[in-house]
């Protein structure tokens, strides 16, 4: 009887681990599932480097930033030069592990 009791209360913790197991995410680098969080602002080109774009920008409250200039890593999708200095833009950004990287750039009409 012992047996079988110990048997049964081994396949139920068995099934119980199995199921769980089912359910869990099979990446286990979690902080990559957290979506970053994006920030939009608006400024001046100063400056393009080959992966980078300088802006001087307005203080962006929700980071508690003064206004500054500050250079963003371009991502594939915008190329370096493709504003010319001076241009004032509105841009939206991410943080990365490295750096800010932007996530759009989009000449304003002034």
Not at 9 to 23: E, K, R, W
Request: no cysteine.
């Amino acid at each position: 009887m012992r047996t079988i009791l110990n048997g049964f209360v081994f396949s139920l913790f068995f099934i119980s681990a199995y199921s769980f197991a089912d359910t869990m995410p099979t990446n286990h680098d979690h902080m990559a599932m957290q979506t970053a969080e994006s920030y939009q602002s608006e400024g001046v080109i100063t400056q393009w480097q080959s992966d980078r774009v300088g802006i001087s920008h307005h203080a962006i409250p929700a980071l508690k930033w003064p206004a500054m200039t500050m250079n963003f890593r371009l991502p594939p999708d915008i190329a370096a030069n493709s504003l010319p200095a001076g241009t004032p833009v509105a841009f939206s950004f991410v943080k990365t592990d490295t750096a800010y990287q932007l996530q759009s750039l989009t000449p304003l009409k002034r």
